[in-house]
């Protein structure tokens, strides 16, 4: 997959009033609350009232974000008689028990929507050989600026001593996403002192957490948004494994290019497309994983691939993406 172009500034078309539209997601989503709201501010000076909400609003024209974390928004969806957006955030259900719901359900609303948006190439061929929609829109994910805090400070408020590289593996810590296989891969490294791991997201397995600060690893279990921008501050490279792939949004990556940060990660799903030269690719193993890890130990290597992390965040960067969502809503709700 090619590596995704700059986007081109999106003319909006000037209105007397703010084009006023709900972006409708389920709160327990985190992921996706966060990308609404983010949304929101994007927006803002796009002459779009946004409003992040839980169900339609009466008067607001609907934009709906379906994910397999907001499942409860397909039973809304149907209702609606008018025009509405619909932004896919995981293609595939998760779990086989969901295949009947996306079946019956999910597809059928992608298949409605006035205009379907995904955040890359490879979740648009993905939906369009699911639900059999096409056009699918591509507007990527932005990637939220970076913390401002200097690395040395930020480990130093964490209380994580030590000038070896750090690494750090955030989001939910399950299997697909390699933890253990990632411990298997540091383990050796830690006890020679080569670098540093840090574990940051909430913890589905008790029992990754207990070894992974027996092998002295950093952990902030489910920390609150201002740790973990603090734990991205300190950090030297992002670890971005995935075992596979439901066509969804990656936020540990993006949150790794808005922060200018390098990136190990694996050849899975959309992640080398947004990625392109900020990562080096290993494969989805210790030994895989373990050499990834000792070639970013190298800081020209860390270097390099910083520096392509800061020319994809800021080409994804909010004011961008909040224009090319602006010309979508007014082509689409437009009077």
Known sequence: MEALELISEAAVPEQRAALQVAGIRAETSVGVAR????????????????????????????????????????????????????????????????????????????RRGAAVVVHSAYAAELLERQAGRTPVRVIPHLAPPGPVQERRAAREALGWAGDAPLFLLPGVLRRVKLVDETLTAAAPLLDRGTLSLALAGPITDASLARRARKLG????????????????????????????????TNGPLLDALGAGRPVLATRVGSIPELAGEAARYCAPSADGIRGGLLALCD???????????????????????????AALFAEVFGD
């Open 35 to 110: 990308y609404t709201a983010q949304l929101a501010t994007a927006l803002a000076t796009r002459g779009v009232d946004y409003r992040p909400a839980a169900r339609p609003l009466p008067g607001l024209r609907p934009h709906f974000h379906l994910a397999n974390s907001s499942r409860s928004l397909l039973w809304r969806a149907p209702a609606q008689r008018e025009h509405f957006v619909v932004t896919v955030h995981d293609v595939l259900p998760r779990t086989r028990a969901l295949v009947p719901l996306y079946r019956l359900v999910a597809y059928p609303i992608v």
């Open 299 to 325: 800081a020209g290597e860390r270097e390099s691939r910083a520096r392509h992390a800061a020319e994809r965040g800021w080409s994804l960067r909010p004011d961008r993406i909040g224009a090319e969502h």
């Open 217 to 248: 690893v950093h952990v902030l279990a489910a920390p609150d948004a201002a740790t973990y921008e603090t734990a991205l501050a300190a950090a030297d490279t992002v670890l971005v494994l995935r075992l596979d792939s439901v066509g969804e």
